[in-house]
């Protein structure tokens, strides 16, 4: 029995959304747009961009207002395609451009004045180049080996009793000294979240390097949290 189409009571992106989760669906949605992937969607991507520019270019805005569906429709596919594989969703998307715009603005969102124009583009391209390295710390973040770290957490924590000062002093210079200079380049990315995870560390403890119950729950806590932030 054929469902009825998401209603048109949503708001107009909802049920864009709904829409392409209904294709997308494999029990009973459209065998073609299941079977797509990114690789296979990317050429229409292409194609509907230069589709907006060429309206553009005849000043064309009825048609120009149905390009940018078109081309609103190939974002709401790869995200969904996204959804999909676990990686991101629509929302992800918003947020991260959204996230973007507020950075690259400064003199919009927060307290940064540009004498002219040339300065504000030449600002630009230090935050788009301050992103790029940021992103590559990312990366390089990502790759530390949460798994195994973890894993030596738990073992230092049975350990914690037997040998507690050195056992502790490795595990701070690893976890404070060593992950979290490196994590402060993810806020480019992960913004708040990551200040709510290395704000938990109690201040006067990266100061003073203190080992003890507080440092170890610390250390266990934030790298845990850490972990599930990268995944």
Same mark, same amino acid.
């Given at each position: ?6 209603s048109? /009571?949503?708001?107009?992106? /909802?049920?864009l959304?709904?829409?392409m ?6 029990q009973d949605g459209c065998?073609?747009d299941v079977?797509?992937t990114f690789?296979?969607i990317?050429p ?9 520019a060429?309206?553009?270019e005849?000043g064309?805005?009825l048609?120009l207002?149905?390009e940018?569906? /078109? ?10 395609m996204?959804?999909?594989a676990?990686a991101?969703d629509?929302d992800?998307v918003?947020?991260?451009i959204?996230?973007?715009? !507020? ?6 969102f927060?307290?940064e ?6 300065d ?6 230090q935050?788009k180049a ?8 990312a ?9 195994s770290?973890?894993?030596?957490i738990e073992n ?8 507690t ?9 690893d !976890? ?10 993810y806020?480019t ?6 200040h709510r995870?290395v /704000? ?7 100061q003073s390097?203190?080992?003890?119950p ?8 934030l ?6 932030? !990268?995944?």
């Amino acid at each position: 029995m054929t469902r009825p189409a998401p209603s048109d /009571d949503l708001e107009p992106i /909802d049920r864009l959304l709904a829409i392409m989760a209904r294709l997308r669906d494999r029990q009973d949605g459209c065998p073609w747009d299941v079977e797509q992937t990114f690789a296979t969607i990317a050429p229409y991507t292409v194609e509907e961009a230069y589709e907006v520019a060429d309206a553009i270019e005849r000043g064309d805005l009825l048609d120009l207002k149905e390009e940018l569906g /078109d081309l609103l429709l190939q974002v709401v596919f790869h995200a969904r395609m996204g959804e999909e594989a676990g990686a991101f969703d629509f929302d992800d998307v918003a947020r991260a451009i959204n996230d973007k715009m !507020v950075r690259r603005h400064p003199h919009v969102f927060a307290d940064e004045n540009y004498a002219s124009l040339a300065d504000q583009k030449a600002g630009w391209e230090q935050l788009k180049a301050a992103e790029r390295q940021a992103k590559a710390k990312a990366a390089k973040l990502a790759g530390y080996g949460w798994a195994s770290l973890l894993e030596r957490i738990e073992n230092t924590r049975l350990q914690f009793r037997r040998d507690t000062h050195a056992t502790v002093l490795d595990l701070y210079h690893d !976890v404070v000294i060593g992950i979290i200079p490196s994590a402060y380049a993810y806020l480019t990315f992960s913004g708040s979240e990551l200040h709510r995870i290395v /704000d938990q560390v109690p201040k006067d403890l990266l100061q003073s390097g203190c080992v003890g119950p507080a440092m170890m729950f610390c250390c266990i806590q934030l790298a845990r949290d850490l972990q599930a932030l !990268v995944r």
